[in-house]
């Protein structure tokens, strides 16, 4: 991938603040009309008592999320404290990865030394891990191409009485979230379908995971016309791109599969400008894929999981596909095309088709599927589809234990007839717009047939149009930290 102008590399330590050390930032969690934790009543005392004082005139509060920044009053300690409000519920997972990234997030505005993240006592050791990913996440913001990096990335954050373990995990889950949304957030001109191919192969080089790429005359020989179809009005030809980590033995694998599209202008079928403004995150499924695969690779799981990304750049030119164009996909199965603009579908076709014959266990797909699911689920859930339960409660466990929102849509019979052709085994729209995010999941479950299958539409909550205190706004990243837990567990 072309370079951006800043890179995210953060100094993460366990060691703790030695007398030579000086601390800029310390960060300490405050529950919500609770007394002083430990860590706070020693500097309180150090202060003669200023921490208690803002307690009681009600100028220092617990509630979630509320940070306050306090400079130390004493000649020696850190030179600034970040409370930061833990509310008064249970401190889930969630809670330790979004307060961590908030507190951090806070924290780039100007240049720092040595911060001091002290949220050992208060998240349970086993979320320790995403107290670094979340601090690790906050540092990476959508701003790729100003001139001075707007996030101005602390030279240090330490997290002293986490183990060396859950700090190294940690990194990797940070690490892997924000490869995924820096997929995202490249422009359509640096990220389409060969640079990102590319920078699969680059990310894998040196590691067990091995990576391959169909081209555009590979993709042909394979057979994958509905990839070539969606492809065909750019000048940057399809790839297709399969990761395979290959390390438990000899269980069939679970094959992870995400749409690429890295530019959608709707094709013929034309968005108008301001629906295409964001399309550069038409891929983000495919980037979430590489995201969990580069989880699985750097933990060294002893699972086999394959991840393929089918990408396309959707094009307007004179070699376009068109509206009533019938494409036979690899499967053998004909589609008719009646909206260009549902592309997505048409690619995941093929690449669903390639992922059923790697005799998987499981598959699960990604894609920012259809403006439907946003319609009915809002910005930040996911919708899931299925066609085997015992799968999606698996994976509804693990999104419930990560905190990511996950929804179930229903997948009745009734629906199949609505993605009958006329003169096709199957139409690439529904008939009209209702329902229009489970019609697509009943084109896609044609190319599943009985595998045990879910269907991830992640078009709302992949990118965000506005930030929150915890990340910035554009690529999200959204379940990277489920599926982690799920082939996990
Ligand atoms: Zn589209």
């Known amino acids: ?49 200023w921490l208690t004082r803002l307690l009681e005139s009600g100028q220092l509060r617990g509630k979630r999320g509320e940070l306050t920044m306090l400079g130390v009053p004493t000649d020696s300690g850190p030179q600034m404290l970040l409370v930061v409000g833990l509310g008064e519920s249970e401190l889930s997972r969630l809670d330790a990865f979004e307060l961590s990234a908030a507190a951090i997030r806070s924290l780039l505005d100007r240049p720092r030394g040595r911060v001091e ?31 001075e990096p707007s996030l101005k990335l602390p030279a240090e954050i330490a997290f002293p009485g986490v183990s060396q373990k859950q700090l190294d995990r940690g990194r990797v889950i940070g690490e892997s979230i924000n490869h995924a949304r820096r997929m995202v957030n490249e422009p359509p001109a640096v990220l389409y379908p060969a640079s990102f191919a ?61 749409k690429g599209v890295t530019f959608d202008s709707g094709g013929l079928s034309l968005k108008p400008s301001d629906a295409m403004i964001d399309m550069k995150c038409d891929m983000a499924g495919a980037a979430t894929v590489v995201g ?42 004909t589609i008719e095309i009646l909206n260009t603009d549902a592309e997505g579908r048409v690619v995941l076709a093929d690449t669903l088709d390639v992922a059923k014959g790697l005799q998987p266990q ?103 149009d506005q930030p929150k205190p915890y990340r910035d706004a554009g690529a999200t990243g959204v379940m990277v930290r489920t599926l982690l837990r799920w082939i996990e567990s």
């Open 117 to 147: 993240v002290r949220f050992a006592d208060t998240f349970a050791s086993e979320h320790h891990d995403v107290v670094v990913a979340g601090a690790l996440t906050a540092c990476e913001g959508q701003a790729l191409y100003r001139s």
């Open 198 to 258: 590319q920078s699969v192969l680059d990310l894998f080089a040196d590691t067990e995971t091995s990576v391959e790429v169909w081209d555009e005359n590979r993709l042909a020989e394979e057979g994958c016309r509905a990839i070539l179809a969606v492809g065909a009005g750019s000048s940057r030809p399809p790839r297709l791109v399969m990761m395979s980590h290959l390390c438990g033995g000899d269980e069939p694998p679970i094959v992870l599969v995400g």
């Open 362 to 464: 499981a598959i699960v797909d990604l894609a920012t599927l259809t403006g439907a699911c946003m319609v009915a689920l809002g910005r930040d859930v996911v919708g899931a589809m299925t066609n085997d339960s015992n799968l999606l409660e698996q994976i509804e466990s693990a999104a419930t234990c990560e905190g990511e929102l996950l929804w179930e849509l229903p997948m009745f019979r009734h629906y199949d007839d609505q993605v009958k052709s006329k003169v096709a085994d199957i139409k690439n729209i529904g008939d009209g717009r209702w329902g229009g995010a489970i019609t697509a999941a009943k084109f896609l479950e044609n190319f599943v047939d009985e595998l045990p299958w879910v269907h991830l539409d992640i078009a709302g909550p992949a990118f965000a």
């Open 1 to 49: 991938m072309p370079e951006s102008n800043f890179d995210v590399s953060v100094n993460l330590t366990v060691e703790p603040t030695d007398q030579a050390t000086s601390v800029d930032v310390l960060i300490v969690g405050l529950r919500h009309q609770d007394s002083l934790s430990p860590s706070l009543g020693e500097l309180d005392q150090l202060g003669g008592g």
């Open 292 to 333: 969990v695969m580069n989880a699985i690779s750097c933990l060294g799981l002893k699972r086999n999981v394959i991840g393929l990304c089918g990408l396309a750049e959707n094009m307007v030119s004179g070699t376009s596909y068109k509206l009533g164009d019938v494409i036979k996909t690899r499967s053998g199965k």
